[in-house]
Structure formats: structure tokens, C-alpha cells
């Protein structure tokens, strides 16, 4: 089974921090992604790696950078915290070809800004 | 521009009856459809998917859907619903290509009721 791991589950930070969300996966795949989560807007692409050190923006990457130094682990990095970033935050990974056309995901990282 | 929409924000069924939640799609090109459940406080969970061939795919946990190229649709179905099926169910569109970035629509939340 492909696992995608994200390492901080509940995390509290204050305006202004510099927040860290780490995201491992064991499957070998390409393509890495962070999705933002959100009452009533579903999920929202933030970046997309398809690569090692490859990143693209998504449909929100704002306020947001990422960081792929690593096949396996994908990070996404919050400059300055503000509040309207408290959600809910998404990595997923998938594979080339015909079978990279199935996301997996991770369990998820509830984030609170104070 | 794909997009995708689930008219149903809400659904409550009762234990043991049938279930439908809609899908509808907007996409250029060949479809990549997907449905994936989210229990409460966890990451999303592929149930099936549709890449090409038979019309009507099965998925986990008893769930199938029918792909309607005619009405854009992908409904979602299980002809008896569990108590344990109360979730948020979350359909998606992709493309063909190898790489993978997929839209999602925004959610239908499953109650079930006694």
C-alpha cells in the first residue's frame, strides 16, 4: 500500500511564525502536491512537484513556498503566518504513466494560526 | 477550464437504504473521474475510479459508479448504506496525460440515520 505520511498532525503557531509541514511518501512516485482544505470551497492545489528541486504553482500559492530537495519528501513552508491560513493542509503523491493518474494522500495537518 | 460539481451539500439516507450522490463535470479532453471519502479528522481514501472502457466501475466498500459521457455526470451509488458509510464524499477530474493534478468538487456530507 502506498503511504503518505505527513508528520505533524495538530499544529498551533502565532501570526507572524515561520511554519514548516513536512510530507513523506514510500512509493517511489514523481509527483508530490499540497492541497489546502476548506469548508464549502472542497480542495485547493497549492503546489506541485514533479520532480526533484521542480515546483509548480497551483491554484493558490500565495503566502505559500514549497521545497523538494528529496524524492521522497515534499515540504511546504508558510513565510510569515496569518490567521486566513488556518486550515486544513493535504499532501498527496502519485506516480508517472497510467498508474500516476491515482493521488494518494496523506492524513492531513490541522493547522491553527493565533 | 475543468471544474466539477456536487449540487449536493448534504445528504442524510437512512440505514439500509440506497444512496446516489451526483457528480458533474467540465472537461476538455478525455476525463479522468474519481471519488474519494474523507472520515472526519482524516485524509481522503480513493473508493474507484474511471480511466476508459466499461461505463460502470466498482469501487471498496460495496460503492459503484457510472460514468455518462452524454450527461458529463459520474454518479456515485451503493444499493445499502451502513452507518460507518457517514462521511464526506469528494468527486474529481484529471487528465489523460501522465501527469496527474486533479480538480475536485466540493464535497457532499453522508448522514446516515438509524
Known amino acids: 500500500d502506498v503511504k503518505v505520511t505527513q508528520s505533524s498532525r495538530y499544529l498551533v503557531k502565532r501570526t507572524g511564525e515561520k511554519v514548516f509541514l513536512e510530507c513523506v511518501q514510500d512509493?517511489?512516485?514523481?509527483?508530490m502536491f499540497w492541497y489546502r482544505q476548506d469548508p464549502g470551497l472542497g480542495l485547493r492545489l497549492i503546489y506541485f512537484?514533479?520532480?526533484?528541486?521542480?515546483?509548480e504553482k497551483g491554484d493558490i500559492p500565495e503566502g505559500y513556498s514549497v521545497s523538494r530537495e528529496k524524492k521522497e519528501r515534499f515540504s511546504l513552508i508558510l513565510e510569515s503566518a496569518s490567521t486566513n491560513q488556518t486550515s486544513m493542509y493535504l499532501c498527496a503523491s502519485s506516480g508517472s504513466g497510467t498508474s500516476g493518474n491515482t493521488i494518494y494522500f496523506g492524513e492531513g495537518s490541522w493547522l491553527t494560526v493565533v | 477550464a475543468q471544474s466539477v460539481t456536487q449540487p449536493d451539500i448534504h445528504i442524510t439516507v437512512s440505514e439500509g437504504a440506497s444512496l446516489e450522490l451526483r457528480c458533474n463535470y467540465s472537461?476538455?479532453?478525455?476525463?479522468?473521474l474519481f471519488w474519494y471519502v474523507q472520515s472526519p479528522g482524516q485524509g481522503l481514501q480513493l473508493l474507484l475510479k474511471y480511466f476508459s472502457g466499461d461505463t460502470l466501475v466498482q469501487g471498496i466498500k460495496g460503492f459503484e459508479a457510472e460514468f455518462k459521457r452524454s450527461q458529463s455526470s459520474f454518479n456515485l451509488r451503493k444499493p445499502s448504506v451502513h452507518w460507518s458509510d457517514a462521511a464526506e464524499y469528494f468527486c474529481?477530474?484529471?487528465?489523460?496525460?501522465?501527469?496527474?493534478?486533479?480538480?475536485f468538487g466540493t464535497g457532499t456530507r453522508l448522514l446516515v440515520s438509524p
Open positions: 512509493m517511489d512516485h514523481e509527483n
Open positions: 474529481a477530474v484529471g487528465g489523460s496525460t501522465g501527469f496527474q493534478k486533479l480538480v
Open positions: 512537484s514533479y520532480d526533484v528541486k521542480m515546483k
Open positions: 472537461y476538455g479532453a478525455t476525463p479522468y
